[in-house]
Nanobody, 114 residues
């Protein structure tokens, strides 16, 4: 399984970005997918996740601003980020999980400027 995250970039505070993560390999539709981020000087943290059934979960810091969705036909998961804040600056990673196995993408940098 390989995952490729894309869509990062430089955006002003209050703006929006949409991250994409394309996965290769099997079992995508029955996997839980997650977005994580690592901000400068901080540990990696969970941004949110979506189960195979479409149930989503978000970190308190992004709830109401970020939306995770998936397209099983395209083996893709998305992270729509609205009302971006300076503190959202980080490298964002996608992860595919199934039966204890985890697969990570390489990360995409999001920089929010004032």
């Amino acid at each position: 399984v390989q995952l490729q995250a894309s869509g990062g970039g430089l955006v002003q505070a209050g703006g929006s970005l949409r991250l994409s993560c394309a996965a290769s390999g099997s079992f995508f539709s029955i996997s839980t997918l997650g977005w994580y981020r690592r901000a400068p000087g901080k540990q990696r943290e969970l941004v949110g996740s979506i189960t195979s059934g479409g149930t989503t979960n978000y970190a308190d810091s992004v709830r109401g601003r970020f939306t995770i969705s998936r397209d099983n036909a395209k083996n893709a998961v998305y992270l729509q980020m609205d009302s971006l804040k300076l503190e959202d600056t980080a490298i964002y990673y996608c992860k595919q999980s199934r039966l204890g196995n985890e697969y990570w993408g390489q990360g995409t940098l999001v920089t929010v400027s004032s």
